[in-house]
């Protein structure tokens, strides 16, 4: 079975403040997926990267892939109470299967 | 990007009865489709992948019989739980995966289905 951790599971944040979400595995992935869910909705596709090294940036999202494309984080500069959401990041693996992490709540209060 | 739609939305249902749900994917066709659960406060769990023309593959833990999977289209695959129970209330979202684009797939979900089992 193939893990994925993630953390912070909660986080709660003024505006304005920077963050950053981690996933880490001990297996390697074809790719790595970052979505965003509202509650009540399904999840967002926000990025896949999937270079070892590779960064990606998405207005104020820094997405990064690990070297050895068995972790990932996620970067929010100068967080914004519209960037409250369900963070999950998630590993494709064989079949074009996903393996999510557990997720990151993220609340950021005006 | 890609949409996929499912109906119903949300349901409630007697204990014992079947439900169908339905993930269609719109402007696009997808030879595999995915169906995942998640409960409160927690992340998405895969229950099955459905191919398009064959039988689904179910994921360690997940009773075939109990959940039933049909993909009888490129633009349809049906969920439905047989006899279902109390423990089954849960939102089950499914995925569609587009066609590749460079070195991956990209899936695309559905908006979720919320099943309430009285």
């Known amino acids: 079975t193939q893990l994925l951790e993630q953390s912070p599971q909660f986080l709660s944040i003024q505006e304005g403040e920077n963050l950053t979400v981690y996933c880490n595995s001990s297996?390697?992935?074809?790719?790595l997926q970052w979505y965003r869910q509202e509650p009540g909705e399904g999840p967002v596709l926000l990025v896949t990267?999937?270079?070892?090294?590779e960064v990606k940036k998405l207005k104020r999202l820094t997405f990064q892939f690990g070297d050895a494309r068995k972790d990932s984080s996620l970067h929010i500069t100068a967080a914004q109470p519209g960037d409250t959401g369900l963070y999950l990041c998630a590993g494709e693996t064989s079949g074009s299967r996903l393996t999510f992490g557990e997720g990151t709540q993220l609340t950021v209060n005006p | 990007g890609a949409v996929v739609s499912q109906h119903p939305s949300w349901v409630i249902c007697k204990s014992g009865t079947s439900v169908k749900i339905e993930c269609r994917s719109l402007?696009?066709?997808?030879?595999?489709m995915f169906w995942y659960r998640q409960f409160p406060k927690q992340s998405l769990m895969l229950m099955a992948t459905s191919n398009e023309g064959s039988k689904a593959t179910y994921e360690q833990g997940v009773e075939k019989d109990k959940f039933l999977i049909n993909h009888a289209s490129l633009t349809l695959s049906t969920l439905t739980v047989t006899s279902a129970h109390p423990e089954d209330s849960s939102f089950y979202i499914c995925?569609?995966?587009?066609?590749?684009?460079?070195?991956?797939?990209?899936?695309?979900f559905g908006p979720g289905t919320r099943l309430l089992v009285l």
């Open positions: 990267v999937v270079t070892g090294g």
């Open positions: 402007d696009f066709q997808a030879t595999t």
């Open positions: 995925s569609a995966r587009e066609g590749r684009t460079g070195a991956f797939f990209t899936q695309y």
């Open positions: 297996s390697v992935f074809s790719s």
